[in-house]
């Protein structure tokens, strides 16, 4: 069975290899070079033999007429010279020819290409001779769309290709592999946009904690979820201080991919707030909505736990996901109260809103517990993150050689991951009038460091640890571009999925 088969995968196009155009296809689709110079024309990348040369050259002269260029993300629609089977073509730029070695380039045009062709039933696309992969991926995430909430009054007539093929000189063996690879990466950046992307009423700890168990369990991964009696009796005070105030109770959910085998445990934690209000520090009403993207560390693990059963990864995954809501109610927590975490650190909770820490605590000392070689977190934790790097760059924080490692796959893979210090002169600011840590400083500069620093108390000493704040990259508020439209962007599933694999030492090289 090809991983374009799975029968639990029911998003997205079909896409598969061709080595050539039938009567069936609708639209071709070509990459388009820029000139490296004012005297030369941008030239159309092609795969070999699909087209022949008469129809190629008059595609070339066509665009040329038409003033296209091939910068990047450039669209051009032309009717198909006749001689193809196809009705229209469509060239999207993909810039300078050197900037071609960097597969996100091809990632982004792909996405870009797909995007500009709603109702277009069967594509076929040549970007794939810049990068296979790269080609597969955009197509797969340009054409996603989440209109579960839809009904026939807003559901649009257009819709993505259903059917996008990929062309290859010969469907080889390698061909085939590369492809179901992709599309098993590019299902999991969707498993977590859709739990981004599903709204905080119908997506709260029970529920996000029972749809993890279902995609779970169907993926083979071992399944375990305690709820808030069990929390409670167990200490996990991050989460059950944080979850109080709601009527919605808190989850902790263990996902675990065992590989037979391995000598390696890698470790995942992601932060899974399903509504941040901010507790009794309440957040402001201008803009609170994107607070349904709070769970995206915890959507974005939950996914990279799946690709990493799909994939047969020879390194045993475990994800510790907790789950809880950020209400103000008669029960919800205090400013001043001091809880006690999961491995028994008391914390001051000087500010309610900074509630992802505290049940990444917990989170952390359990996940710590099974002796893990590496750990990963990651959180849409603060908006300091977008206020040092902006919205589309995550912060990538950590034991230094980790830290820049992860940077290092994150850039590779296009989420473009920066590393970030953690100033010893800050440690003090944590300290607490009465309790071990306090759960904010007392000032706001460097707030992403100070928040990766109070994670860092929980992290077992010596270990290979990595905290990824995604509060901006997770979801996108802005318009759509290349293969990322509005809302849950599933950042950082590839760079969770590439380290993973590379430190099952069967990393993939960049093409
Ligand atoms: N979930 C927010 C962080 C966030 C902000 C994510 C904007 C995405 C977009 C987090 O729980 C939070 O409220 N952080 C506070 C921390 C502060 C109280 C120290 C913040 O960043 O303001
Ligand atoms: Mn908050
Ligand atoms: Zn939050």
């Not at 080595?19 to 030239?43: E, H, K, M, W, Y």
């Not at 026939?152 to 059917?163: G, V």
């Not at 999925?497 to 590379?502: L, P």
């Amino acid at each position: 069975m090809s991983a374009n088969d799975f029968s639990d995968r029911v998003r997205g196009p079909r896409i598969d290899l061709t080595t050539g155009l039938s009567a069936d296809d609708d639209v071709l689709v070509v990459g388009l070079i820029a000139p490296a110079d004012d005297d030369t024309d941008a030239t159309l990348l092609l795969v070999d033999d699909l087209l022949g040369d008469e129809p190629a050259e008059q595609i070339s002269l066509a665009l040329k007429a038409l003033g296209a260029g091939g910068s990047r993300g450039e669209i051009t629609r032309l009717p198909a010279p006749a001689s193809l089977p196809v009705d229209v073509v469509l060239a999207v730029g993909l810039g300078a020819a050197a900037d071609l070695d960097d597969p996100e380039v091809v990632r982004q045009a792909s996405g870009e290409a797909i995007r500009a062709l709603d109702g277009s039933p069967r594509v076929v696309s040549t970007l794939s001779a810049a990068g296979l992969a790269a080609a597969a991926e955009g197509a797969f995430l340009g054409a996603y769309r989440y209109d579960e909430l839809r009904t026939e009054k807003s559901r649009s007539s257009k819709q993505p290709p259903a059917t996008v093929l990929l062309a290859v000189a010969e469907k080889s063996k390698q061909a085939r592999a590369e492809l179901d690879h992709a599309l098993v990466v590019a299902d999991s950046v969707a498993i977590a946009r859709d739990f981004v992307n599903t709204p905080p009423n119908l997506l709260y700890p029970a529920e996000f904690a029972e749809r993890a168990r279902v995609l779970g369990s169907k993926a083979g991964l071992r399944v375990e979820i305690l709820d808030d009696v069990e929390l409670a009796k167990a200490g996990y005070g991050g989460i059950v201080g944080v979850g109080q105030g709601s009527s919605r109770k808190p989850r902790l959910v263990r996902l675990t991919h065992e590989a037979k085998g391995a000598d390696r445990t890698v470790a995942l934690v992601g932060k899974g707030i399903t509504f941040d209000t901010g507790g009794i520090s309440i957040k402001p009403a201008a803009g609170m909505e994107h607070m349904t993207s709070d769970m995206g560390g915890a959507a974005a693990v939950i996914a990279s736990v799946i690709a990493a059963a799909r994939l047969d990864v020879p390194v045993t995954v475990i994800a510790t996901v907790p789950m809880a809501e950020n209400m103000p109610s008669s029960t919800a927590q205090r400013p001043g109260d001091v809880l006690t975490q999961y491995g028994g650190t008391t914390v001051e909770v000087l500010n309610t809103d900074a509630e992802g820490r505290l049940i990444l605590a917990d989170a952390i000392v359990r996940a710590c517990e099974d002796e893990p070689d590496f750990l990963i977190d990651t959180a849409t934790l603060t908006g300091a993150q977008m206020v040092a790097l902006g919205t589309r760059t995550p912060g990538v924080l950590g034991t230094e050689d980790f830290r820049d490692r992860v940077a290092a796959i994150s850039q590779s893979v296009g989420e473009n991951g920066w590393p970030m210090p953690m100033p010893t002169e800050l440690r003090s600011d944590l300290n607490s009038r009465v309790a071990d840590l306090a759960n904010v400083t007392n000032h706001r500069w460097g707030g992403m460091l100070s928040a990766a620093m109070f994670l860092r108390e929980f992290v077992t000493e010596g270990l290979d640890w990595v905290h990824i704040d995604v509060a901006g990259p997770a979801f996108n508020t802005g318009g759509p571009w290349g293969y990322t439209g509005k809302g849950g962007t599933g950042v950082p599933v590839r760079t969770i999925v590439a380290v993973i694999e590379d430190i099952a030492g069967q990393g993939r090289p960049t093409p």
